[in-house]
């Protein structure tokens, strides 16, 4: 561009050609486009952001998707999909359904809310990523497979931020209800039973993936004649089993396991193909942020489609973990992009709340996958993964880098992936660094303390201790899962705190009404967790004592023989109590109730004594002698630092 300076610079032209150079000056670096090293345009403040359209996969492997390699599968929108955005060959999930959707929605890791790898919710107090967008100004709707937790209302899809909700809480749900009561049954996609937000399933006729991909045409219909931007997702079924797919798809494949798989995932790429053609058809794909994954690896049931990848869904190798991540963004993302920078489904809540130009919830750990596509951010911190009954552990971690995996997986020494020289994740490295070994085995235990520690609310009612406890509600509470509450106290004689013997009755340690309670009465500890009644002898008076109460519950919805409870009461690190049985109450309307300590909600059995800040743990721990030693979760690594905490209440 020639800028023309034949200007007069006289007295009455001089102010005018520094302005005129200036205003050109504008035009010219203003209309530039941008630099080919930016892989994705700046997100600036418009007047109004776009719409967001998320699809989550099932079950779908790295080598379901054509555009990743594989000739043998039939992926033609999918492909077509890749290559209008930016598809990434480095996207990190979780190994199972239920944690990776808690990890998307709450953008932190799901293991510090209770997934491993199941949990019966997210509390409701917790800032999902519906919330946080509909906060923003966006409607939130939720078509397809939740899995987020069924058990209690507080933990459904129109609980968690979700304005409208069309599909099914869980697949084992998919047969209805009887008399009112779930049917808790194999999974089906023939004649599914659906439900809008939280009215009464009922029986939906055709094939589930149908059913699914025309209630989000449908939805994109009509939310393209509103003003409001959208979050629309759509969590399909397929390609999970059974391996079901619609006749018209599977007439094309042979009669066998694998040929039934392959009709399947063309299925789902036939879904998925019909609603972006729906997004364009309404004038709104200019206008639409879509996003593809799948939440885990595949099966390798069927076929090998984790290739070229070991491991596969339920195993924290590359192939459970590494999933089909693409983006398309018109006018914002390169098309054609190939990414291979390291990005993990915490990442995706941040991004969202960028594309909304809003700034996520403090607590998220995320990065915006823009910034880290553009390179304006470099990660410092390791990845975490984790699945654990408290007896059987299953644990990695990913480095910063993305070049390091360190994993234990059940049963054997732990083993070092060097994926850069090895990318298939297959071959143990851990011989030849064992300073590398050391270092990320010690920040994984470093980071399981702290992620297994429930964050509740302490607010202090007296001075010796009395208080009220609330948040993470689904959590903070017995009786689904492992859980564990940990207390020190001194008892007090009542003379000694000037209470007369006859004026002493029931002294709550902790209490939560219609829920769990723990007192001291006739000389005795009690306990009374979902109708289990434990007891064990009064500690002494004047000396600090530690109390531990640790449980496992298995509600065994989807097998009912494998339901039971194992209750344990230990009272300086001794077993005081212990009960076991298969089966319990399920007291799953009162975790919402706040938990007191040394009195109840109404002021009443108050404590004579001083009690600690409790610590709340969201697993089981075990007697030292049960302790494997791979992890720290015995009685012991917890009850010795408990009087110190009486040093935290305020006196």
């Given at each position: ?189 023939r004649d599914p039973w659906l439900q809008h937000n939280e009215d ?212 054997g020494e732990p083993q070092l992936n060097d994926l850069f020289e ?83 009755g029931r002294q709550f340690i902790a209490f939560q009404r219609d ?137």
């Amino acid at each position: 561009m020639v800028l023309n300076m034949n200007v007069g610079v006289g007295s009455r032209g001089f102010w005018f050609f520094p302005l005129l150079v200036a205003a050109l000056l504008l035009i010219y670096f203003g209309s530039r486009p941008e630099p080919e090293s930016s892989i994705v345009a700046g997100v600036t403040n418009a007047d109004r952001p776009p719409n967001i359209l998320f699809i989550i996969i099932d079950d779908m492997g790295y080598n379901d998707l054509g555009a990743n390699g594989n000739a043998s599968v039939r992926t033609p929108n999918l492909n077509q999909f890749a290559s209008e955005g930016v598809r990434f060959t480095r996207n990190y999930v979780n190994s199972s359904c239920t944690v990776t959707r808690a990890g998307i929605l709450l953008g932190v890791q799901p293991e510090s809310h209770g997934f491993r790898p199941d949990a019966i919710g997210i509390s409701p107090e917790a800032i999902t990523l519906p919330e946080t967008l509909r906060e923003a100004g966006y409607s939130t709707h939720l078509i397809g497979k939740w899995h987020v937790g069924f058990l209690s209302k507080l933990a459904w899809p129109t609980q968690q931020g979700f304005d409208t909700f069309f599909g099914f809480l869980a697949q084992n749900l998919l047969r209805g209800t009887r008399d009112g009561k779930w049917l808790i049954r194999h999974p089906t996609y023939r004649d599914p039973w659906l439900q809008h937000n939280e009215d009464e399933p009922s029986k939906h006729p055709g094939h589930l993936s149908d059913i699914l991909t025309e209630r989000a045409v449908s939805t994109i219909q009509t939310l393209a004649k509103e003003e409001q931007p959208w979050f629309l997702t759509l969590w399909t079924y397929a390609p999970h089993a059974p391996i079901d797919p619609a006749e018209r798809f599977s007439k094309t494949y042979p009669d066998t396991p694998a040929g039934k798989y392959l009709a399947l995932v063309e299925q789902v790429d036939h879904s998925v193909g019909r609603v972006l053609d729906t997004l364009r058809e309404s004038g709104l794909d200019g206008n639409t942020v879509v996003v593809v994954v799948s939440d885990n690896g595949g099966t390798n049931n069927e076929v090998d489609n984790n290739l070229p990848f070991f491991g596969s869904k339920g195993t924290f190798y590359e192939g459970g973990l590494r999933t089909p991540l693409i983006i398309r963004w018109p006018g914002k993302v390169q098309p054609g992009t190939v990414t291979d920078e390291v990005v993990t489904y915490l990442d995706y809540f941040p991004t969202f709340a960028d594309i909304a130009q809003i700034e996520p919830p403090a607590d998220v750990r995320g990065i915006s996958i823009f910034d880290i596509l553009n390179k304006k951010v470099e990660r410092s911190n390791n990845f975490y993964w984790e699945s654990s009954n408290s007896i059987h552990h299953s644990w990695s971690i990913l480095s910063s880098d993305g070049r390091w995996r360190l994993g234990q997986y059940f049963i054997g020494e732990p083993q070092l992936n060097d994926l850069f020289e090895y990318p298939n994740g297959d071959t143990d490295v851990v011989e030849r660094y064992p300073v590398m070994t050391k270092g990320l085995r010690e920040d994984f235990m470093q980071w399981r303390i702290e992620a297994r520690q429930v964050d509740f609310t302490y607010h202090q009612l007296t001075s010796s201790g009395a208080a009220k406890i609330g948040g993470h509600s689904l959590q903070r509470a017995p009786g689904y899962g492992g859980y564990t509450f940990a207390i020190a106290l001194v008892p007090e004689t009542p003379a000694a705190k000037g209470v007369s013997v006859s004026g002493v009755g029931r002294q709550f340690i902790a209490f939560q009404r219609d829920m769990w309670k723990l007192s001291l009465y006739d000389s005795k500890l009690h306990l009374d967790i979902n109708g289990i009644r434990l007891e064990a002898p009064a500690p002494p008076s004047g000396i600090c004592t530690s109390v531990i109460v640790t449980s496992q519950f298995n509600p065994g919805h989807v097998m009912p023989k494998t339901k039971s409870s194992l209750v344990e009461l230990y009272v300086n690190g001794e077993k005081a109590a212990e009960f076991s049985a298969k089966s319990f109450k399920d007291p799953v309307d009162a975790h919402i109730n706040s938990t007191f300590v040394g009195q109840n909600d109404e002021g009443a059995g108050r404590y004579v004594g001083t009690l600690g800040k409790p610590l709340i743990i969201n697993e089981r721990l075990l007697a030292d002698e049960q302790d494997d030693g791979k992890i720290d979760n015995s009685i012991s690594f917890i009850e010795k630092a408990l009087c110190a905490r009486l040093e935290e209440v305020e006196t």
